[in-house]
């Protein structure tokens, strides 16, 4: 693809205006090579910005943080970056209510510290020092506690997207009751900013645990283990279930790391009364003894990590009940493992014997739709080395709603601008 001409480039900074978030630099995503960066500062510039992309069929690669740049297909016919970093900023934190208001570029970071000053919780716990609010909703992105917090989806009130046309819609509210557009805001979330980027949010929060408490135990390969964990993932005050492999128990919690089986991680929140009553049963059925909250900050980072030089990270959502088949097919596979019972939730990663092993891929793919299929599910890859994706979809294999992400984006993003390629399909 040609270079970006100077007309594109002119016609690029007249849609900016004063808002000074052109740079001309090539930058390289994710295979990408990409002539230039576009950060507006302002909702306004951002619409104008996408409407300049479309009019003239220049690509963008959406961007916030940059914690999940690998995540997706290669991006194809894209010319530039479209990165929210700069439209940041909490707007409001209502402390009455429990809902907050925040711009996409913002990093959770400073987003949970002004929740946090306010005596609520940010429910949002993603990998990556600088995730962004938008691309935790872009991309659906959890972290251990969505056990105990839930799904973005279940958390966001209310939004403000601008479409691949450059117009700027606004779904939901501040409040539950409003839910005006509700079916476009989920929509948003975890397409990945190919059916509009999202510019600003209104947020469910959480109260403030009275007590946390964390707890490790070595959980043996007998049969009924799965089943126990997903018991433990049930408690009530359980808020991370997490089972870890030999392959990562060591780096996670040496004192509590099995020899043979699995480490079960698990954090309590809520009254103390009822952790206490919680944690007392973890005692009695598992052994469990005290961890260090440090755990969980490593799972987090566990979740969000490659593997091996050359290594493939994926993702499998499967029933729980059907567990104990999907970790051992994977096991046979040698893969690491990090399982959230409670969700059905298995990030396995497969580290391939060198830097150009496309049979190793060929074979970790075959053996994690298996994997899947056993459990009812689906999988994803969630990271990868660019030239394992080479005529592969990240996604996993089509299915009908890939028809139903067409027929979205040629509605909302006509010109196809937003992340070509990098979607379901190659959308």
Known sequence: MKALSQDDLDALQTALGDDAGLTRAPVEIAGAKLDATLAPGAEDALARSIAALAARGIGAVVRGGGTRDAFGNPAQRAQVVLSTQRLSGVVEVDAEEGVARAFAGTPLSELREA????????????PGARTTLGGTLAAAAIGPRHLGFGRPRDLVLGMDVVLGDGV????GGRVVKNVTGYDLMKLQIGAHGSFGVISAAWLRLRPRAECERVVAAALDETGDAMARAVAAARLPTARVCALVDLNFGFVVESSHAPR???????????DEAAVARDSDRLSADFGAGDATRGVIERVRSLQGENFGPAGLRFRLSVLPSRLDRVLRELAVAGAALLVYPGSGLVFARIALDNTADGIGVERAWLAMRSAARAGSGHVVLE????????????????????GLARALKA????????NPGRFVGGL
């Open 115 to 126: 929740v946090d000053a306010a005596g609520w919780a940010l429910p949002f716990d993603p």
């Open 168 to 171: 700027h819609t606004r779904c």
């Open 260 to 270: 043979t089986g699995w480490l079960l991680i698990v954090e309590m929140a809520g």
């Open 383 to 402: 990271a990868a080395p660019e030239w394992a994706k080479v005529a592969r979809d990240v996604h996993g294999q089509a299915t009908d709603e890939w």
């Open 411 to 418: 509605r909302f993003d006509p010109a196809g601008i937003l």
